[in-house]
DNA sequence: AGGTTCGCATAGCCCAACTATATAGCCGTG
DNA sequence: CACGGCTATATAGTTGGGCTATGCGAACCT
């Protein structure tokens, strides 16, 4: 398989299986949400800005998005000792808590529809997410301008 | 791995990878136009509810879809010989072009950051592409009314 | 010290998604 | 065969995430 065509077949994989998600849950969260809360999870506390190119929003989106969380108490806003301009975003363990809570729900209403998967489908998809995510965070290393990258 | 958090997983690095699509095209059309023109393309024409259903969205989107679709001449409203109500949605092969080009466009802008793949990771990608197409084709069984599973 | 660049905030827009409701055609029943 | 109820699509109006353009103050660099 050429691999366009698998990478258009990914996207409009992804696209349903979005959706899917969507309607399974009435939760009335948006995606924005967990989407930034998995990437302070995962790499931990940064600035807003680079939050932004990281997340693949804008700036503007950002702060709003963090505004919203800040408000809920999901994450938290430290200035930054070493630039008054800036802030150094981080996760509340609060919103780490509601992101398990979402991660559980979700697993919930899709458990009917992915409960039959067996122990080689179970591990072709943690394989997939896992080459995915290493090409996403690669993808991520030009947004994360603070440390240039060591060129070897 | 715990079938939860795999779904969690998989969920949060599609939305990641849904907004790397996303930045990686400066391309005007949304989502929305791409997963419905996949969808009739992969299950046929059929009745626009029945569309919305099994795209996972509600009546009026995708009513104002099929319009602005239509508009473009990238489907076609086939009206139902059986019923004067309703109208058969079918792409049109124009639209089949845009979405092929579309896939080719994104294919070329995510190039830089799978073109590494090598054939192991691109057969587990595709293999993970067809475990969650079939489990998202069962999904949609119930959506899909018309023909009543035959039990066997 | 002054101009430029940088980091975040604000303003205003667009569009996809939703709910609620309207319109129109089918269908069964008395 | 008229009428009530259901079904299929359309319309109205709202919400909210995303964007661009721009403002404002802090940092940086001669």
Chains 1, 2 share one sequence.
């Not at 408000?71 to 430290?78: A, K, N, P």
Request: proline share 5%.
């Amino acid at each position: 398989m050429r691999t366009s065509d698998l990478i258009g077949d990914l996207v409009s994989v992804n696209h349903r299986l979005t959706r899917l998600a969507a309607a399974a849950t009435d939760n009335a969260e948006s995606p924005a949400v967990w989407r930034t809360l998995s990437v302070l999870r995962d790499l931990g506390p940064m600035r807003l800005g680079e939050l932004a190119r990281v997340s693949r929003v804008s700036q503007p989106t950002m702060t709003k998005l963090v505004h919203a969380l800040g408000d809920r108490g999901w994450v938290r806003r430290i200035p930054d000792a070493d630039d008054a301009r800036a802030w150094l975003i981080s996760t509340d363990p609060r919103g780490l808590a509601a992101l398990a809570a979402w991660r559980e729900e979700l697993a919930g209403a899709l458990a009917p529809t992915f409960d039959d998967l067996d122990d080689a489908e179970r591990a072709v998809l943690a394989q997939a997410v896992d080459i995915l995510r290493s090409r996403l965070e690669r993808a991520d290393q030009p947004a994360r301008a603070t440390q240039p990258a060591a060129s070897a």
